[in-house]
């Protein structure tokens, strides 16, 4: 169907004379009740407009509603020159609505008219509210030249479909629009309404599927009230442009204006609209209209859109379920890891004894959340007294930007939700609408918002592990000190004097050299705490002169006598402010994808990866040793320098990204500032905090990742359509890079800090395993997490159409959830995992440091050297 602007002005004209009898030829056939085929032949002229009438005795056969196919041939003379376009412009009413259309055709080089100009539509059509014995259908044709007007109609009842399954035909030789009524029942239970639509198209290549947009609204709507109460057929492009023409405002909703809202939304192949309570317009009892129609306006190809109706009920229970699941689930299989840890160290403990480990060693591992003791308390009332005076470090300015997200992130997403309830255009937000749950009240989707909880879980998780961790090796230091001190006090004087810090030294020294060895120790005291203490070096062997110097380190107030006090003061306490930010940030990322997946899209998703990237760059500084006074300036330096200007980036290049703003001088500078910013992190010492003290290896591997980093970006940003087709936006592109660098560095921070120390014995391998045994869990949850995340079941990218991104919509898996939705659950398992692996590096690196024996690790090696040196060679292993 083709709709010129200057079809109302001819229209107008016949209808005046139409009104006005001036009617040169019409023609009149009454049909017998089950004839409703109309065929006539009649002139047209500048002067003269045919009217045609066909009049049908209504014996039961048409219902509520009808069909009415048009064929209209217009036959010029061949002799006829045309000195403007050849205009059909045609009116049919049943009863007193009438539609028109309208064709035009251009003259050829020589300015022969064309000999034929058809119109070929189909018209669904009303019987009204009050029965009519007859179906009266009129029309007037109108031409520019004088031609022959055959008129061809086929009236036909619409087919009797199920209830709950029904189907439109559209496309091809049938038009552009389909109409269809359907009707919910009376049943107050239901709390969902679903259409779910299937589009079979007469074409087999996907490239020339239409984009179909349907339309659902009450019959109440004043788009087609008024048709639906007096009969007529419906005009479809006065009733899509009413559809369309909602008021747009933030302010109250005008009841007035929601009464003409229709839920909406285009797709290729399938799709699915959901009604419920809460949407706009609700779900109701009585008559409803679904509207379709074909958005390739040039080619429509034949299309059979199948339609299903499914009604849900209980849908509290539903949504309360599924919170449960998340919830529950996510800390029964947490908890279910740390009992799998307890198990692994219970059973290592009871396979390995060493005879040289003091009593009080073995309430060091593991470090999981267990029952809470007045040491737990005691920890908290510290933490808790800290709040008050917060040092300007990872947690706190990651909780104070987690504040400043919230109150802006929250406003701009609700923005885009409401201008979608609004005008019922759900092609705003790219929902699953295959597995789409909303509330009772709130037309939201809940179940998408519930999967988020797994990372508030997990978020509390790290948080709990953190804090039993720091308190079981905050007391354990402590008694380590007093189990120590007590071993070197042999006369119970509660002080040691410098000559019974040499005797100490003598006893063991059987040799007489001046030289004791780890060994010569325990064979004297029973125990290694004492030496390993002293040994900062860890070379298993201590001089005279080594001991003498301990004595003047630990005796920092020149008393010439050592207290346990005073011992204590050297334990350097394990920092775990990294972990603490972990949690910080998957509390972020839970709230961040909570808004995003409260209208999914690609100017959201931005918001999405806010706390991804530092979720990975903290997992990349997890393992760091912070030095006393420069902690805090790093932080600072991290936020103001890194974290904001990545937000600041993704902003920006987000609306280049979806073409909001064109490529132009702006753009340029824009992309050359990023890039300017980028070199100096990449190239200006920002690297040396992962790389302290690198061999040539680690210098070799530095440099690579630096390459790789501003190769990507340059890249990216000079050649912005690669940064849509291969990275799928900016925030996509600084997710990806922040996660290369965290796979690099932390893998390197593994080797250097915990399986360099391992030996490749059976035991010390054995051993291994079993400790780290949940890493299989973590494996295997991960991989299932990347498996759901890459099936896609909506696309948020650049350049890809909503039709598109309703196209790949797929059911729920899981009850109210989706593979997304898992994707949430199992990511937030596996990253949760792997922050306690690191946890549990950071616990043994800082043991090693303590002159603690790991438990099935023989060697002791330094830790606080082990990022520059292997015991082989001096050179770092490369990795």
Request: hydrophobic residues 45%; charged residues 20%.
């Amino acid at each position: 169907m083709t709709f010129k602007g200057h079809w109302w002005a001819s229209l107008l004209w016949a209808l005046v004379r139409l009104a006005g009898g001036q009617i040169d030829g019409q023609c009149i056939q009454e049909r017998k009740a089950k004839e409703v085929d109309f065929s006539c032949r009649s002139l047209s002229s500048e002067t003269s407009s045919p009217r045609f009438e066909m009049i049908t005795p209504n014996s039961g056969m048409f219902k509520d509603m009808f069909e009415l196919r048009v064929l209209l041939r217009t036959q010029i003379s061949p002799a006829t020159n045309c000195t403007s376009d050849l205009v059909v412009d045609t009116i049919f009413g049943y009863r007193t609505n009438y539609v028109s259309l309208h064709r035009h055709a251009h003259a050829d080089e020589q300015g022969k008219c064309p000999q034929d100009l058809d119109v070929d539509d189909v018209l669904f059509c009303m019987m009204g509210a009050e029965a009519n014995p007859n179906v009266r259908i009129a029309s007037l044709v109108a031409t520019n030249y004088a031609a022959t007007v055959h008129m061809n109609a086929k009236v036909r009842p619409m087919p009797k479909q199920h209830k709950y399954r029904f189907h439109l035909r559209y496309g091809g030789g049938r038009g552009r629009e389909a109409v269809h009524t359907f009707q919910i029942p009376d049943i107050s239970s239901i709390d969902l309404w679903r259409l779910k639509m299937t589009a079979q198209h007469s074409s087999s290549n996907p490239k020339d599927f239409p984009t179909s947009r349907v339309f659902i609204f009450p019959e109440s709507s004043p788009c087609i009230a008024s048709i639906i109460n007096d009969g007529g057929c419906v005009d479809a492009v006065l009733l899509h442009t009413c559809l369309k023409s909602v008021h747009v405002s933030f302010r109250s909703p005008d009841p007035e204006e929601n009464v003409k809202v229709a839920l909406h939304l285009t797709f290729q192949t399938h799709a699915q609209l959901t009604l419920s309570r809460g949407s706009i317009p609700a779900i109701q009892a009585g008559n409803w209209v679904l509207f379709a129609t074909c958005m390739n306006f040039d080619n429509c190809p034949a299309t059979t859109l199948q339609v299903e109706a499914v009604r849900e009920s209980n849908l509290w229970w539903k949504l309360a379920a599924g919170a449960g699941i998340v919830i529950l689930g996510t800390l029964i299989a947490l908890l279910s890891v740390n009992a799998i840890y307890v198990f692994a160290y219970s059973l290592l403990n009871w396979c390995h004894e060493h005879h040289d480990r003091p009593s009080h060693e073995k309430n060091l591992w593991p470090v999981v959340i267990g029952m809470c003791g007045s040491e737990h308390w005691q920890m908290l009332l510290w933490k808790l007294q800290g709040v008050r005076q917060p040092l300007p470090f990872f947690p706190t300015l990651l909780t104070l930007m987690l504040g400043v997200f919230l109150a802006t992130t929250a406003q701009f997403v609700m923005t885009h939700y409401g201008l979608m309830t609004r005008t019922g255009n759900r092609d705003i937000c790219f929902y699953n609408e295959m597995c789409y749950y909303p509330g009772k009240y709130l037309d939201l989707p809940w179940n998408h918002i519930f999967s988020n909880f797994a990372y508030v879980v997990a978020a509390f998780n790290i948080v709990l592990q953190a804090f039993f961790a720091e308190t079981r090796c905050y007391f354990f230091s402590r008694r380590s000190i007093q189990a120590l001190f007590n071993d070197m006090d042999l006369k119970r004087k509660g002080f040691l004097t410098r000559d019974d810090w040499r005797e100490l030294f003598l006893k063991a020294d059987l040799r007489e050299n001046n030289n004791i060895s780890r060994q010569e120790w325990v064979d004297t005291y029973t125990n290694a705490t004492g030496f390993d203490f002293i040994d900062e070096n860890n070379d298993g062997f201590l001089e005279l002169w080594e001991w003498e110097a301990a004595f003047r380190r630990i005796d920092q107030d020149h008393r010439q006598s050592i207290k346990e006090d005073d011992m204590e003061k050297l334990v350097r306490d394990i920092d775990l402010r990294a972990f603490y930010a972990i949690g910080v940030a998957f509390l972020g990322e839970g709230v961040g994808s909570m808004c995003y997946h409260l209208c999914p899209s690609v100017e959201t998703f931005q918001f999405d990866t806010c706390f991804m990237i530092p979720i990975a760059n903290l997992f990349t500084l997890a393992l760091v040793d912070w030095e006393e006074g420069s902690d805090s300036i790093s932080a600072v330096k991290y936020f103001g320098y890194i974290l904001t200007p990545i937000w600041l980036v993704n902003f920006i290049g987000t609306w280049y990204d979806i073409q909001v703003f064109p490529i132009g001088i702006l753009y340029w500078i824009y992309a050359f500032g990023v890039i300017a910013w980028f070199a100096s992190l990449v190239f200006g010492g920002s690297m040396n905090r992962l790389f302290p003290a690198p061999g040539a290896c680690g210098h070799f591997a530095k440099t690579m990742l630096q390459l790789c980093l501003i190769i990507a970006i340059s890249v990216s940003f000079l050649i912005p359509q690669l940064r849509g087709h291969i990275f799928s936006g900016t925030a996509n592109l600084f997710l990806m890079l922040s996660v290369l660098v965290m796979i690099f560095v932390v893998g390197r921070q593994l080797y250097v800090k915990d399986i360099a120390y391992m030996s490749c014995s059976f035991r010390e391998v054995g051993g291994r395993l079993i400790k780290n045994s949940y890493a299989a869990v973590l494996c295997g949850v991960a991989v299932m997490a990347v498996i759901c995340f890459g099936q896609k079941v909506v696309i948020v990218e650049p350049n890809t159409t909503p039709a598109q991104s309703h196209d790949v919509n797929q059911e729920c898996v899981f009850g109210i959830f989706d593979l997304h939705d898992v994707w949430h659950l199992l990511s937030a398992l596996a990253l949760s995992l792997f922050a306690m692996l690191l946890l549990d590096v950071r616990v043994n690196s800082w043991a090693r440091r303590l002159g603690i024996r790991i438990l099935f690790e023989d060697a002791i090696r330094s830790d606080s050297s082990d990022e520059g040196k292997d015991s082989s060679d001096g050179e770092e292993p490369c990795f």
